[in-house]
Antibody
Framework: QVQLKESGPGLVQPSQTLSLTCTVS????????VHWVRQPPGKGLEWVGA???????DYNSALKSRLSISRDTSKSQVFLKMNSLQTEDTAIYFC??????WGQGVMVTVSS | NIVMTQSPKSMSISVGDRVTMNCKAS??????IAWYQQKPGQSPKLLIY???NRYNGVPDRFTGSGYGTDFTLTINSVQAEDAAFYYC?????????FGSGTKLEIK
């Protein structure tokens, strides 16, 4: 069955780089897109970016200068890297097979 | 960028009532929106896609409608388990912007 699972550090220091991994099963990355969505504590959902089945990417323009999304199809993994982290980047980060299946999310706190 | 505006921000409804919530796009998005339900501590769950298509397993009391810039999610005969946040999202062309959400409380 379709599953997505996010992993990564729970705590990142300000100005450092966040690296998250989304490991998927039950579907192929070469046939489906995977998106990242984040949710600051107590706030709404924010679309972060996406990697499409062909490998191209789209990013939230507000984050584009700090953001990179890539994948390893052989490992069924999608990666998010965001640099120059600030406290405002504290959020739950979800990966989703565009719309229908979502991971449980990983809480990332930016703090010294 | 297209802005998705949801209203109202919150509502308190009794079990059995009908509820309507709105999502307005700042530009024509045709039928390219989805609706999600999110309960505390959970991931969002897809309810409706392409404005009016109910996703697998979603109870038929959930109905989506609209086209262009104005969209509506209706819940007929609200149940206690429908207490949640509801979000709309543009689902064609980047950026895939979400609305700010509507909180549904059950009295």
């Amino acid at each position: 069955q379709v599953q997505l699972k996010e992993s990564g550090p729970g705590l990142v220091q300000p100005s450092q780089t966040l690296s998250l991994t989304c490991t998927v099963s039950g579907f192929s990355l070469t046939s489906n897109s995977v998106h990242w969505v984040r949710q600051p504590p107590g706030k709404g959902l924010e679309w972060v970016g996406a990697i499409w089945s062909g490998g191209s990417t789209d990013y939230n323009s507000a984050l584009k200068s700090r953001l990179s999304i890539s994948r390893d199809t052989s490992k069924s993994q999608v990666f998010l890297k965001m640099n120059s982290l600030q406290t405002e980047d504290t959020a739950i980060y979800f990966c989703t097979r565009f719309r229908d299946y979502w991971g449980q999310g990983v809480m990332v706190t930016v703090s010294s | 960028n297209i802005v998705m505006t949801q209203s109202p921000k919150s509502m308190s409804i009794s079990v059995g009532d009908r509820v309507t919530m709105n999502c307005k796009a700042s530009q024509n998005v045709y039928n390219n929106i989805a609706w999600y339900q999110q309960k505390p501590g959970q991931s969002p769950k897809l309810l409706i896609y392409y404005a009016s298509n109910r996703y697998n397993g979603v109870p038929d009391r959930f109905t989506g409608s609209g086209y262009g810039t104005d969209f509506t999610l209706t819940i007929n005969s609200v149940q206690a388990e429908d207490a949640a946040f509801y979000y709309c999202q543009r689902i064609y062309n980047s950026p895939f912007t979400f609305g700010s959400g509507t909180k549904l409380e059950i009295k």
